[in-house]
C-alpha cells in the first residue's frame, strides 16, 4: 500500500510565498517522478511541475521563474516553493507520484489529496 500525503496549503496575499510539500510512504521501491498539477473552479487539471529521479525538472510557462521543485530521495518527499504568487494561481493543487513498488512491479500512478491554494489581490 502507497500513500501519498501533500500539505502547505493556504490563503495568502498576492505577491506572498507558500511551499507545498508532498510525502510518499508505504510499499515503495523507487519513485520515478513527483510532482504537482493544479485544477481551478471550471477548468482542467494541469501540469505545474515535476521532477524526476535524477532531478530533471519541467515547469509549466506560467509558474517558471517563480516556482521552484526539488525532492529528497531519502525522505520520498518532493517540495515546491511557490514565490511571487498571483490571483491565477489559486486552484486545488494535487500532489502527482510515478512509484514502482517492488523490483518485479511495473510503474504506477498515484495522486495525493489535494490542497488548496488562495492567492488574494
Known amino acids: 500500500q502507497v500513500q501519498v500525503v501533500e500539505s502547505g496549503g493556504g490563503l495568502v496575499q498576492a505577491g506572498g510565498s507558500l511551499r507545498l510539500s508532498c510525502a510518499a510512504s508505504?510499499?515503495?521501491?523507487?519513485?520515478?517522478?513527483m510532482g504537482w498539477y493544479r485544477q481551478a473552479p471550471g477548468k482542467q487539471r494541469d501540469l505545474v511541475a515535476l521532477?524526476?529521479?535524477?532531478?530533471?525538472?519541467n515547469y509549466a510557462d506560467s509558474v517558471k521563474g517563480r516556482f521552484t521543485i526539488s525532492r529528497d530521495n531519502a525522505k520520498n518527499t518532493a517540495y515546491l516553493q511557490m514565490n511571487s504568487l498571483e490571483p491565477e494561481d489559486t486552484a486545488v493543487y494535487y500532489c502527482y507520484t510515478i512509484i514502482q513498488t517492488s523490483a518485479r512491479d511495473a510503474l504506477f500512478k498515484y495522486w495525493g489529496q489535494g490542497t488548496q491554494v488562495t492567492v488574494s489581490s
Open positions: 508505504g510499499s515503495i521501491f523507487s519513485i520515478r517522478t
Open positions: 521532477i524526476t529521479s535524477g532531478g530533471v525538472t
